[in-house]
């Protein structure tokens, strides 16, 4: 059995528009890494948080990598604990998924030192119960396609579902320097929605994966947008509708807020396309006097992997 292990975990685009909290996809360019070892004790400690521009908790039921560990720890029985070392590289409340890279690169890491490792997609849950630590509730857009990459459709009884993707797709994400937390960005959302806007976005959602089961790009076009919880959160994002239309002017398929915000994401047809909007979306950004860095990504993207285990 190995003793210590190190996993990465790719940042990701939470709810990808037309599916708020049963969709995500991985991003490359941009991640954390989680470092952990085996202790006699039978708890999970954390040992340092590195790299991180904002204060992070080290309670081990706040943090949400070190919250997956322990929800492995004892969901398995283990007669071993946990050591966790933080490496992020994801900035906070950035609408990229870091709480829930933080826990994915943790468990896969800690499944290195199982006597019989479990698959990817067992690690779910406790991924998940991590995530919770975040936002108090229990969504798994940005856990799932961490776990498995691509673009993941999460079901109502946790069932993953990775969906196919026609070629030449690529995603450009671009987050401005501007903290927005996901607890936060849920306070409009409190206020209950009328029936006939759910009605039409379940209809999108519907008509966009069969999108992706088709390979139809203009059907994909036509429904990759959100009309249900893109017009709330769009005032807690500075310039976000002008950053929207420089993506739609540059030629993308569709474009929203990334997970909670305040990154925006864009979905192009080819790598030049999907520069030539992350360059306009970045000016779109700055004319909001928001400096902003930008990610291109091919699309489907790889997820989280084993670095190395000792």
């Not at 790719?10 to 989680?34: E, K, M, Q, Y």
């Not at 933080?102 to 779910?124: D, G, M, Q, R």
């Not at 940005?142 to 109502?156: D, E, R, S, T």
Request: charged share 20%.
């Amino acid at each position: 059995m190995k003793n210590r292990a190190q996993a990465f975990s790719p940042a990701s685009v939470g709810n990808v528009g037309v599916g708020f909290d049963c969709l995500g996809h991985a991003i490359g360019g941009i991640g954390d890494r989680a470092l952990v070892e085996r202790i006699e004790l039978k708890r999970t400690e954390i040992l340092a948080i590195e790299g991180a521009d904002h204060a992070l908790p080290m309670e081990v039921h706040l943090n949400t990598a070190a919250r997956a560990l322990e929800s492995m720890r004892v969901h398995l029985n283990l007669d071993f604990g946990f050591r966790l070392t933080l490496k992020k590289g994801i900035p906070f409340a950035s609408g990229l998924g870091g709480s829930a890279a933080s826990a994915s690169a943790a468990v896969i890491a800690a499944n290195a030192l199982l006597k019989t490792p479990l698959k990817f997609k067992e690690l779910y849950r406790f991924a998940l119960d991590g995530e919770e630590a975040a936002s108090n509730s229990r969504h798994g857009d940005n856990v799932a396609p961490q776990l498995l990459g691509g673009l993941v459709l999460i079901a109502p009884d946790e069932r993953l579902i990775r969906l196919p993707l026609p070629p030449g797709l690529y995603a450009t994400v671009v987050h401005p320097d501007f903290a927005l937390e996901t607890k936060r960005a849920r306070e409009p959302l409190k206020v209950p929605f009328d029936l006939h806007p759910i009605i039409d976005q379940l209809g999108l959602l519907a008509c966009f994966v069969s999108a992706c089961y088709q390979g139809d790009i203009e059907l994909m076009r036509d429904t990759l947008r959100d009309g249900l919880i893109e017009p709330r959160r769009a005032p807690l994002i500075p310039g976000f509708y002008a950053v929207k239309q420089a993506a739609l002017d540059t030629g993308a398929i569709g474009s929203s807020i990334s997970g909670a915000g305040p990154s925006v994401f864009a979905w192009y047809l080819g790598e030049r396309s999907a520069r030539v909007g992350a360059d306009a979306m970045v000016q779109a950004f700055a004319q909001a006097s928001l400096r902003a860095d930008a990610f291109v990504t091919e699309m489907p993207a790889a997820g989280a992997y084993l670095e190395w285990a000792e």
